[in-house]
């Protein structure tokens, strides 16, 4: 009974119901604008927990936890060994080093400069880069060793610097790249290239892509289901509209996650796709009950009433249990699990409130052709038996 009234105050107020749902969609949209993708790999693990307070215990002992390398090629023999661009290392390093997160740097101008001071008795005044190719070639003989191959190549074209840094966040890391190529581009002249690697660049590179590919399949799998819904129904218009219910809660939860600050990483990237499978159990229930009530003759008022009596009790028990078990999540330890369980479980009750309020107002103002009548997908059969 409660069912039938809700279906009849859908239908005495289905502008305002549209019109509320489209503008929950809107406001939602706007937290897209703060949305991020940061997959963060200490933030895994809930705070206060054991592997936080000892990675906290090693920055505070150890220099940068993490690192990546800034390889400047001059793109000639010898071109490292010229004082001018040694000079533009060592202040791009300067640079790096004043930015946040940034622990140390380390490079072959370095080790150049502690070789120039000690030569000339210690005195600090001198650490300095040598004023001369040829002072820098003899001390690059000096050098030569493991550590100076790490930091320069045999022909002194390319060399490398070391920068530690503490950031564990991919959205953090992302923003001093960015940073860092812009000072490269200011910094050295343009016939000197440089590029930016390092494991963690490249683990940070391939997770955030992993989170956006997995977002972007949300598509695939909607044209796809909406693909199959016009097959079932055999009619595309029915496809379309049967999806409208349960997109809603998706592009609404993602809004939420942009306003909360939960970010997009390859937990919460999945709950998109997997939410509207989910979800769309309901809405086929729902349309192939509605349109064997129109196919018995009933009006779309009475059918709409007589489907949420029927299909409206097992959508509202199946997507409470969906709720629940998802809801189970929130008692990991893991904190990507978390968020998964969480929110999923919050796109299952959207999409029982979709379903139980938008579907019928959508249905019954769509004039949806009964069951059995003629399917706007059979224009091909319609031109096939007119052949024949």
Request: hydrophobic fraction near 50%.
């Amino acid at each position: 009974r409660g069912l039938v009234r809700l279906g009849e105050l859908d239908l005495r107020h289905r502008a305002w119901i549209a019109a509320g749902a489209g503008l929950v969609t809107a406001g939602a949209l706007a937290g897209w604008a703060s949305l991020r993708v940061d997959v963060e790999s200490l933030s895994i693990f809930p705070a206060g927990s054991e592997v936080r307070r000892r990675a906290d215990v090693l920055q505070r002992s150890l220099t940068g936890n993490n690192t990546f390398h800034v390889v400047i090629e001059s793109g000639r023999e010898g071109g490292l060994k010229d004082p001018a661009l040694l000079e533009r290392i060592a202040e791009f390093q300067a640079f790096l080093e004043a930015r946040d997160g940034v622990d140390k740097t380390l490079s072959v101008a370095d080790s150049l400069r502690r070789m120039h001071r000690a030569v000339h008795g210690g005195d600090p005044a001198l650490e300095t880069i040598p004023r001369t190719r040829e002072e820098v070639a003899q001390y690059l003989l000096l050098l030569e060793g493991e550590d100076l191959a790490q930091r320069l190549d045999f022909g002194a074209a390319s060399a490398s610097i070391l920068v530690r840094h503490h950031l564990f966040s991919s959205w953090e890391l992302a923003a001093l790249l960015e940073a860092v190529r812009a000072e490269a581009a200011r910094v050295f002249p343009a016939d000197v290239t440089v590029r930016l690697t390092g494991e963690g660049i490249l683990i940070n590179n391939a997770a955030d892509a992993m989170a956006v590919t997995e977002l972007t399949s949300f598509s695939s799998a909607f044209l796809m289901i909406a693909a199959i819904h016009a097959v079932f129904f055999r009619s595309l218009w029915i496809g379309l509209l049967s999806m409208v219910p349960n997109l809603v809660p998706v592009l609404v939860n993602f809004g939420v996650m942009g306003l909360l600050g939960i970010p997009l990483n390859m937990a919460t990237a999945m709950i998109a796709t997997i939410a509207i499978g989910i979800a769309v159990d309901d809405t086929v229930h729902y349309v192939v009950a509605y349109r064997r009530h129109l196919g018995a003759g009933q009006d779309p008022r009475a059918a709409t009433l007589a489907t949420l009596a029927a299909k409206g009790p097992p959508i509202v028990h199946s997507s409470l249990a969906l709720a629940g078990g998802f809801a189970v999540l929130a008692g990991s330890s893991f904190v990507p699990i978390v968020h998964f369980g969480v929110l999923s479980a919050v796109v299952m009750l959207l999409a029982l409130g979709t379903e139980l309020l938008l579907t019928p107002v959508v249905m019954s103002g769509a004039r949806l052709p009964a069951e059995g009548s003629m399917p706007v997908l059979g224009w091909w059969r319609r031109r096939v038996r007119a052949a024949r």
